[in-house]
């Protein structure tokens, strides 16, 4: 049986909840699993008896590094997967240490924020990022040279790995992320309970969305919206949504851990952002039986192109096209048909024992090349 151990330096967010599910799965079909990380904020009780606490909150904090290595040594496990990029950086330090090691798994679940879409794509002339983030994009690149394997939740990403960061193809798979099962709720009539939920960061694009709602003729007089999430640009969105047509219209929630349930109680989920790779928040939706708005940004166009239903899909940052759009999806004349297409799809291709299956096969490949250590 193999032995796997994940790492994470977050309690929060995308990397947090596909391991807690990821986890849960594994160790419920009998694999012997465990986390080191901090207590996750969300579904943690998924994690009982399978978490072993630890702190790596700054990635130059060299002695907390060196703490998580000894950690996941002391375990023994036969994989090591790092499920964030700080993550990613520690477990790189095991490659180099003597005797027997573990094989050296990463998930590269997205760029950093200032990384554009046309820059991501390798459009011709497009803008670039910041000194800065060249830098860690470059360190990106040799953590994914050192560890054995990086996984991509989108094809566009490896894409980009390799055609911009030149990581051998060799050393990239592609395996979609995992969701929580749900029970499809279409929407019983038109779509006019939206949800947003995410960070409230400018690259998630909540001011974009505000400004689509504000132009005339496209919130029908009993559309509303609620966004589920915290961060910077929160004081500046709850003043665009007290003026009209928005006023009592927008509900804000800050942070919650239940987003499922709030998914399940909307009609549609709306995402403008203008990066992402495989949001989890769209999958969620499309577990759930919702339509779902976005912007043609990484994976998500893949995700949500489902034969014979309508695709609402917008460029990153246009604020027009994205007012178009959902003027379309308050209109659709049968969203519930288009929640039942994507909730089938996310049953195929998010379902959790389907993410463990790609994973496992990944585990097993490696393992034997990569000298497991022996068990006591």
Known sequence: MTRIAYLLTQDRGGPVDVTVRLAATLAADGHDVR???????RDASLLDGLHEELAVADKEDLAAAGRARAALRAWRPDVVHAQDRRAGLVIAGLRFARGPRPALVQTYHGVPDDV??????????????????????????????????????????????????RVPAGRLVH???????????????????????GLLVERKGVLNLLAALSVPGVLPPDARLTVVGDGPERAEAEQVARQPPLAGRVAFLGFRPDVPDLLASADALVLPSTMEQQPLVVAEAMAAGKPVLATATGGVPAMLDVPGGPVFLAPPGDVPALADRLRALFAEPDPARLGRLLAERAHTRYHPEVCARRHLDLYDELTPSCRPAKHP
Not at 35 to 41: E, I, R, S, T
Not at 125 to 135: C, I, K, V
């Open 116 to 165: 554009a879409e046309p820059w991501f794509r390798g459009s011709r002339g497009a803008a670039g990022p910041s000194a800065y983030t060249r830098t860690v994009l470059a360190a990106d690149a040799v953590v994914a040279r050192v560890l054995d394997r990086t996984i991509v939740p989108a094809s566009a990403m490896g894409t980009f790995l390799r055609r911009r960061l």
């Open 175 to 197: 395996v979609d992320n995992c969701v929580s099962p749900a029970s499809p709720s279409p929407p019983r009539g038109p779509v006019r309970h939206l949800v947003f939920a």
């Open 35 to 41: 986390v080191f990380g901090p207590v996750p904020a």
